[in-house]
């Protein structure tokens, strides 16, 4: 099992900077996959960026160049620094933690956290 809590959404205007955060509550050594999904109203949840195979990353075409994945282990925790954001950044983002099985794969998501990029 994996809880992960989510901070830092809110309200900000077009071209500003938020950062999110997500806490584990096990070490992220153990978790193989860890990042951020979003969805916005009407659309599908997206993979936004991502650790993978330890240290690895993967971003969303749209995202790459503004937004910036990074972990602190000792704090279990996962960021997501987002600059130079745009309207169709507002979405709820979602933190998700991938834990391989003997057979399959668990996922494991937070609460989420709304981020609105409004003038």
């Known amino acids: 099992q994996v809880q992960l809590v989510e901070s830092g959404g809110g309200l900000v205007q077009p071209g500003g900077s938020l950062r999110l955060s997500c806490a584990a509550s096990?070490?992220?050594?153990?978790?193989?996959?860890m990042g951020w999904y979003r969805q916005a109203p009407g659309k599908e949840r997206e993979l936004v960026a991502q650790?993978?195979?330890?240290?690895?990353?993967n971003y969303a075409d749209s995202v790459k160049g503004r937004f910036t994945i990074s972990r602190d282990n000792a704090k279990n925790t996962v960021y997501l620094q987002m600059n130079s954001l745009k309207p169709e950044d507002t979405a709820v983002y979602y933190c998700?933690?991938?834990?391989?099985?003997?057979?399959?794969?668990?996922?494991?998501w937070g609460q989420g956290t709304q981020v609105t990029v409004s003038s």
């Open positions: 998700n933690a991938v834990v391989l099985a003997p057979v399959g794969s668990y996922d494991y």
């Open positions: 096990r070490s992220i050594f153990s978790i193989n996959a």
């Open positions: 650790f993978t195979s330890g240290s690895t990353s």
